[in-house]
């Protein structure tokens, strides 16, 4: 779909899903996440990026494990996590928009569960490669985790441990040899409607990854 359809169809309020393609699962229990290797750290930061093409390639589960391991995973015993949180509260949660279905990431299962049968993909953001990418992940802050933070800080606080779970995949897809970018030119609204959010739970961000085009 391109951005101005998308842009009148969110205007009416008309953004919907497409069918959801393949068989998804209510979950997905993925492989252990490759702790080892990658990149060394500075040759991945030398590679940073951002990437607007991509190819309809899915990605297979071992990877998928390991970016969203690498993007907010549990690295640690105590149920610490790959990117920090203000007073730990972990508050940002990933959600994973596939042909199949969109998916909660579940950090300390590590596994997918799923929110939606339908394919959100083209739901989370007006750029059209979006819809075809193989993943748009989606960052949602829950406030109700964020009680201890005066109100006035919450959103500064949860769009900063965004920002930190975004580097972590801008660096495995760097190491990975993956594209990926992040949005904030989104429709908060439809995507909420879309992952059936409650009113504590705020859209911040969301990010495509794939294989790169050229
Ligand atoms: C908060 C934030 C929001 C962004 N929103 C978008 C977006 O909606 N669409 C897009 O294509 N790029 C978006 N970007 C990516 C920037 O355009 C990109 O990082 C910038 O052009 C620098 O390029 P680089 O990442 O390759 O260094 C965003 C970046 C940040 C930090």
Known sequence: ????????????GQLRPRPARGEGRPAIKLPAPDRRGGMPLM?????????????????PLPVLSSLLWAAFGVN??????TAPSALDAQE?????????????YDARA?????VAASDLRSITGYQDFVDDAPLDLVYVADHA??????????????????????????????SAGLATVIRAWIDRTAIADALGLSHD????????VGYPKA
């Open 1 to 12: 779909m391109s951005t101005l359809t998308k842009l009148a169809l969110g205007v009416m």
């Open 43 to 59: 040759q991945a930061l030398a590679k940073r990026r951002s990437a607007r093409e991509f190819l309809r390639k899915p990605l």
């Open 76 to 81: 640690r015993r105590g149920g610490g996590r």
């Open 92 to 104: 940002i949660d990933v959600y994973v928009a596939l042909p199949d279905g969109a998916y909660l």
């Open 110 to 114: 590590h596994m997918l569960r799923r």
């Open 145 to 174: 985790r964020l009680r201890m933070v005066p109100a006035a800080q919450r959103e500064s606080y949860a769009s900063a441990a965004a920002g930190a779970i975004a580097q972590n995949v801008y660096l495995y897809a760097a």
């Open 201 to 208: 739970q705020q859209v911040l961000l969301s990010q495509t």
